[in-house]
Nanobody, 122 residues
Framework: QVQLVESGGGLVQAGGSLRLSCAAS????????MGWYRQAPGKQREQVAA???????NYADSVKDRFTISRDNAKNTVYLQMNSLKPEDTAVYYC????????????????WGQGTQVTVSS
């Protein structure tokens, strides 16, 4: 299993910024997909942003132009820069990483972090 350690959550006022980090460790041969998801109380988990191995990014409409996802391949780390935060951004944020542990296609993994709380006050 690949271990994912998230950091950077916290309490911020509306209009403020936070930067989330998610570092992957363990037996990693390749990383294909890195993404951030969030789940607010009483709601389903939703994808916020994603970045693939070729650098292609995808954002939920609700965060476009406010959030930026990036990755550092040398550090096996994905970041989420969140600007102009709104109270509706309040949720637990999870990172998800997929790839292979070895060259074999049978070694694919799909792992999640433990989540980090983001709270935006009005």
């Amino acid at each position: 299993q690949v271990q994912l350690v998230e950091s950077g959550g916290g309490l911020v006022q509306a209009g403020g910024s936070l930067r989330l980090s998610c570092a992957a460790s363990g037996r990693i041969f390749s990383i294909k997909f890195m993404g951030w998801y969030r789940q607010a109380p009483g709601k389903q988990r939703e994808q916020v942003a994603a970045i693939t191995s070729d650098g292609s990014t995808n954002y939920a409409d609700s965060v476009k132009d406010r959030f930026t996802i990036s990755r550092d391949n040398a550090k096996n780390t994905v970041y989420l820069q969140m600007n102009s935060l709104k109270p509706e951004d309040t949720a637990v944020y999870y990172c998800r990483v997929t790839g292979r542990r070895t060259w074999s296609p049978r070694s694919e993994y799909d792992d999640w972090g433990q989540g980090t709380q983001v709270t935006v006050s009005s």
